[in-house]
């Protein structure tokens, strides 16, 4: 985590509730309901893992996501780790596919990755430190096939003032 540039603020007791906030609270819970419901053919979404999505056209292949950590600090990286495999099981190197990251304006961005020989491949996905607060999305594609799992972005805490006398 990087540390920002520090803010003097005066705290004040009242908590003070922003249509901000509350759209952001929203999204949050609402995120993994709508994603647990919107994978295709038996794809199943927990909290950090996408998948098995497949079999894959032409190829046949199947695939799974994870990442890792889930929340961050904008500004901070995450790894989404995907395993490919075959109708037998069988890892399966040297799949090309491409993963994107969207959800906060402005960024998008995308990368191919390639499966090592175990059939598994570590993409890094880094957020922008100009991110607001809220979540992005990671989505892999693979030939036909595509997952995705939200990433929450959060703002790095206020730095503590020292107390004593």
């Known amino acids: ?8 603020r005066t705290m004040t007791m009242k ?11 929203l999204a949050l819970v609402m995120s993994p309901l709508l994603l647990a419901n919107c994978g295709a053919g038996g794809e199943l979404v927990s909290s950090n893992h ?8 032409p190829s046949g292949w199947y695939f799974d996501m994870t990442v890792t950590p889930q929340t961050i600090v904008f500004g901070g990286s995450t790894v989404a780790t995907i395993r490919v ?5 069988n890892a399966v190197s040297g ?11 402005p960024q998008v961005s995308s990368v191919a990755f390639v499966t090592g020989e175990n059939g598994i491949v570590y993409v890094p996905a880094q957020v922008a430190k100009t991110t607001v607060p809220g979540t992005v999305f990671l989505i892999a594609n ?13 703002a790095p805490s206020p730095p503590t003032q020292p107390t004593g006398p």
């Not at 985590?1 to 003097?8: E, R, T």
């Not at 799949?95 to 304006?105: D, E, F, H, N």
């Open 142 to 154: 693979l030939e036909d096939s595509t997952l995705n799992l939200p990433v929450t972005v959060i």
């Open 15 to 25: 908590p003070k509730i922003t249509w901000q906030k509350v759209l952001l609270l």
């Open 85 to 89: 495999w075959d109708s037998q099981g």
């Open 95 to 105: 799949a090309v596919g491409q993963i994107s990251m969207t959800g906060l304006p």
């Open 50 to 57: 996408a998948g098995p999505a497949g079999p894959t056209a």
């Open 1 to 8: 985590m990087s540390k920002g540039a520090s803010n003097q």
